[in-house]
């Protein structure tokens, strides 16, 4: 009987506090366990290997649109390839807007560029033109929509 979806089996696990080696559990998409000679329906074989978190990088700049219409030449595809491959699973990058225009559109550009990324993701909103359309109609939406952080320039 198994006890887990998956077992990642003999590695050299890593936490915060210790390494040690060791089994790690998971059901569903989270670790539920690690301890020694767990059992799963499913069984990675990591000896040899270090079982670690993977890393967030908090900022990024994928594709980033700019002001002429273009965007970084980062893809989506190429930067979390590299990033997954490094060990990153995870990645927060910014979603510009520019003068005179709102956010909402340059958002839902972004999300339709990250459909391909390799990792999971998130964006900062850049606020760089705090009209009141974007203070009061268009920010409410972007932070029901899940995004979590705003960078506001008050330079501009």
Known sequence: M?????????GKVVT?????R???????????AAG???KGTRRIEADGLLVMPGVVDTHCHIEQLQANGGAD????????????????TSVITFSAQF??????????????????????YSFHQIIADASDEVI????????????RSL????TY
Request: no cysteine.
């Open 2 to 10: 198994s006890d887990y979806d998956l077992v990642i089996a003999g």
């Open 16 to 20: 915060a506090g210790a390494m040690f």
């Open 22 to 32: 060791g089994d790690i559990g998971i059901n569903g998409d989270r670790i539920a």
């Open 36 to 38: 020694l000679n767990l």
């Open 73 to 88: 030449e980062e893809s989506w595809v190429s930067g979390s390839t590299s990033a997954l491959a490094g060990g990153t």
């Open 99 to 120: 003068k005179g225009h709102g956010i909402l559109e340059p958002l839902a550009e972004y999300r339709r560029r990250a459909s391909k990324a390799m990792v999971d």
């Open 136 to 147: 009061f109609k268009e920010i409410p939406e972007v932070v029901a929509s899940g995004v």
């Open 151 to 154: 960078k506001v320039f008050l």
